[in-house]
């Protein structure tokens, strides 16, 4: 890239609330672009999650944060996983929600940037693990 020009940072976030309207957990990310009107180079600077309420059952699995080229023209900052929460006890497990998160940033060549994210529920029904009985 030869004399790129660059965005500002950005930062981008969402939550997700429960039904009585409090909020569980919110998910950030945060980077930059450059770009030279032939290309665009993505910047992934820090993604992080955070529990927003005390005692809080939310698990997170298959965390991924970075960057990405999607075509020869665009180019994303992410972060993504799945949050959950379920009961275990002795190897029996019940999950109750999961969710799959991802939230991104977004730039073309010429330095137009967007945020976007997308809550996929995993869940559609109660899920129940393997159930191991003793007698």
Known sequence: MENPDYTPILTHSVSEYNFLGWKLFTVTTKGYFGYDHKSVQPYHIDSWYVHNMPFNLWQISNWKEGEDLTSSSTAEV??????HYGFEYKSNSITVQNYYVKIYLSCDQNGNYETHYSITDLNQKLEIGPLYMEF
């Open 78 to 83: 992410y972060a993504q996983g799945n949050f």
